[in-house]
């Protein structure tokens, strides 16, 4: 179990490409106090994305020491390069009382599920096949073969959309960041207030 009763773990997933990125960022522009997890990977930086803010970005023999030693809530292998969760800060800010957003893929929310049911797993869904397709090759971030790579992986991820608890659709990234708002400050259904 890693939060509490005073608060909530909140995990966003959803195929490469549907704006998970996008809508947390306008989720935090308008509400800066929500907390995000800063995960660690191997990947390397994309131009303009800064170590210590979008990621932690570290070398293969780090990650493998952050495994080896329970630094991690959950870890994944995605798309050739490995992601995980430190779970320090987590504990600390859930501790704290305050709601703490995740944004995983699939392979880490299934962990985060196992390890605390109380969690509450949010899906973020394209509109459509063809927009998620456009928005991917849009952000023009991966040459063709890592968006072939990715779209792959998407429609799996998609097939996975009824293991969440919730399905945000992100047609427009306002409506979708007011949505996960409300989903992140909802109390736990299992609280009855006042008990
Ligand atoms: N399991 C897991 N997945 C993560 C973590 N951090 C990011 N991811 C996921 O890894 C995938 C690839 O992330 P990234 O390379 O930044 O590409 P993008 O999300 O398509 O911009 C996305 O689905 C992220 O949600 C993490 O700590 N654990
Ligand atoms: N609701 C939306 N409508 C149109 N384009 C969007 C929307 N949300 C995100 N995008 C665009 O789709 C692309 C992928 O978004 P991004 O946030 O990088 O996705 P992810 O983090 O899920 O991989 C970006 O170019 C982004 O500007």
Do not use: C
């Amino acid at each position: 179990m890693v939060s509490g009763d005073a608060a909530r773990l909140t995990v966003l997933s959803g195929p490469s490409g549907v704006g998970k990125g996008t809508v947390v960022a306008e989720v935090r522009r308008r509400y800066p106090d929500v907390w995000l997890s800063v995960s660690v990977t191997t990947r390397r930086p994309r131009p303009g994305e800064v170590d210590g803010v979008h990621y932690h970005f570290v070398a293969e023999g780090e990650f493998d020491r952050l495994v080896a030693t329970d630094g991690l809530l959950e870890w994944a292998e995605y798309a050739g390069n490995r992601y995980g969760t430190p779970v320090a800060p987590l504990r600390e800010r859930l501790a704290a009382g305050a709601p703490a957003l995740l944004e995983i893929e699939l392979q880490g929310a299934r962990q985060v599920r196992a390890r605390d049911p109380e969690a509450q797993l949010v899906f973020l869904a394209p509109p459509s096949w063809a927009e998620l397709v456009s928005r991917l090759a849009g952000r023009g971030s991966e040459p063709p073969a890592v968006q072939e790579r990715r779209l792959a992986l998407a429609q799996a991820e998609l097939d996975a959309a009824g293991e969440f608890d919730v399905v945000v659709v992100n047609d427009d990234v306002a409506r979708a960041a007011f949505e996960l708002v409300g989903l992140l400050t909802a109390p736990s259904p299992g609280l009855v207030p006042g008990e």
